[in-house]
Structures are given as structure tokens and as C-alpha cells.
């Protein structure tokens, strides 16, 4: 199978904790975006990344989260110091190029649960 | 704040009907717009992409554009209780833009 893929897929995590969330793009594809999906609320654009580079992270709160796109490896969603409203599903998604012509692929989904 | 507007539903329609699902969208310059079909507790699979004014089909599916409204649609012909989900219209703004833009989706049920 050579989809998104994703790991952990369920994760807890205590506050304070840091979480790390990892993300395998479709075979081919190099663009990978991160969504966030609360409980009732919908997906909600957090961070795109090509291979060592942060392109946009106009959704990203300004604290805690960072994100990466290693020359080798999966690419990694890392949340600090975790909090209870980061409770939610994150998503990943890979696209072979970059614009509005392009299909974005949705892996299964992380989901972090802070107790 | 680019919004995309979806109605929450649920949307209830008998087995073999057409379900008609709508979204309008902020953007006046989008320039391509997706429908996804998401399980609960599942992630959005990619059902359809619609680029150009008009109408789109594939299989049992057809995405509707109309820029000059601002609308998209996506038609579910002989709808079955497995298409019972929620569908998420997506919008990408086009150049210069990277992300996509979800509605909070509607909610498809499909009675036997």
C-alpha cells in the first residue's frame, strides 16, 4: 500500500508532555501539509512542508508546535507541553506538486488524546 | 477570512435517491474546489476535483462549479447506505496559496 501514512495512530499523553506525530507521504509525492480537526469542528490547515523546508506555517499557533521535513524520514508534527485543547485528530496529507491543480491525500490520522 | 459554508445536516435520503449536497465558498478568485467523503472516526477520502465552470461526473458522482455564484454541489446518484458520511467541500484559493480550505461538512444518510 503505498498511501499516507501515519503513526502513532492513537496517542495519550499526559499535560505537560510532548507529543510527536509522524507522517510518511504517498510514494512520489514530496509536499506535505498538516490538518488539525477538533471534535464537531472541521479540518483546519496548520503547516506545508517540502523536504527540509517549511513553506507555510500560517496556521501553526505560535507556541508549542513545531513541525519538520527531514532529507530522510518521515516528516514530524511535535507539540510541546501539551494541553488539554490540543486534544484532537491531526491529519496529514501529501500532493506530487504544489497548486490548486494538484489532489492532496489524507493519511489515517493521528489521534491524541491529553489527559 | 476566506470561509467555506456547508450545511451541517444531517441530510436524509432514501436508498436509490439522489442526495444533493451544497457548498458556497468566500474566495471570488478560488480556483479549485474537492469533495471528500469522511467516515466517523475515519480520515477524508478524495471523491472528486472540479476546476472549471460546469458539471463533472464519475461513476454515481458529479461535481457542479458556478464562480460567477460561488457554489459548488455534489450530486450522489442511486445513493447507498454506504454512502452514509459526512462530505467535506475543500477549496483551494490557487496561487500563492497552499492550503486547502474545509467546511465543517454534511452529514449523509442514506435509509434502506
Known amino acids: 500500500n503505498a498511501g499516507v501514512m501515519q503513526n502513532p495512530r492513537h496517542l495519550v499523553r499526559r499535560r505537560g508532555q510532548e507529543a510527536r506525530l509522524r507522517c510518511s507521504p504517498m510514494?512520489?509525492?514530496?509536499?506535505v501539509y498538516w490538518y488539525r480537526q477538533l471534535p464537531e469542528e472541521g479540518l483546519k490547515f496548520m503547516v506545508y512542508?517540502?523536504?527540509?523546508?517549511?513553506?507555510?506555517e500560517s496556521g501553526m499557533p505560535k507556541e508549542r508546535f513545531s513541525a519538520e521535513f527531514p532529507k530522510e524520514g518521515p516528516s514530524i508534527l511535535r507539540i510541546q507541553q501539551v494541553v488539554r485543547g490540543d486534544s484532537a485528530a491531526y491529519f496529514c496529507?501529501?500532493?506530487?506538486?504544489?497548486?490548486?491543480?494538484?489532489?492532496?491525500?489524507f493519511g489515517p490520522g493521528t489521534r491524541l488524546t491529553v489527559t | 477570512q476566506k470561509e467555506v459554508e456547508q450545511n451541517s445536516g444531517p441530510l436524509s435520503v432514501p436508498e436509490g435517491a439522489i442526495a444533493s449536497l451544497n457548498c458556497t465558498y468566500s474566495?471570488?478568485?478560488?480556483?479549485?474546489f474537492f469533495w471528500y467523503r469522511q467516515y466517523s472516526g475515519k480520515s477524508p477520502e478524495l471523491i472528486m476535483f472540479?476546476?472549471?465552470?460546469g458539471d463533472k461526473e464519475d461513476g454515481r458522482f458529479t461535481a457542479q462549479l458556478n464562480k460567477a455564484s460561488q457554489y459548488v454541489s455534489l450530486l450522489i446518484r442511486d445513493s447507498q447506505p454506504s454512502d452514509s458520511a459526512t462530505y467535506l467541500c475543500?477549496?483551494?484559493?490557487?496561487?500563492?496559496?497552499?492550503?486547502?480550505?474545509f467546511g465543517k461538512g454534511t452529514k449523509l444518510s442514506v435509509i434502506p
Open positions: 510514494k512520489g509525492h514530496s509536499h
Open positions: 496529507a501529501s500532493s506530487p506538486g504544489q497548486g490548486p491543480n494538484y489532489e492532496q491525500y
Open positions: 512542508l517540502q523536504k527540509e523546508n517549511i513553506i507555510d
Open positions: 475543500a477549496v483551494h484559493s490557487g496561487a500563492g496559496s497552499y492550503q486547502l480550505t
Open positions: 472540479i476546476y472549471s465552470n
Open positions: 474566495d471570488r478568485g478560488s480556483q479549485s
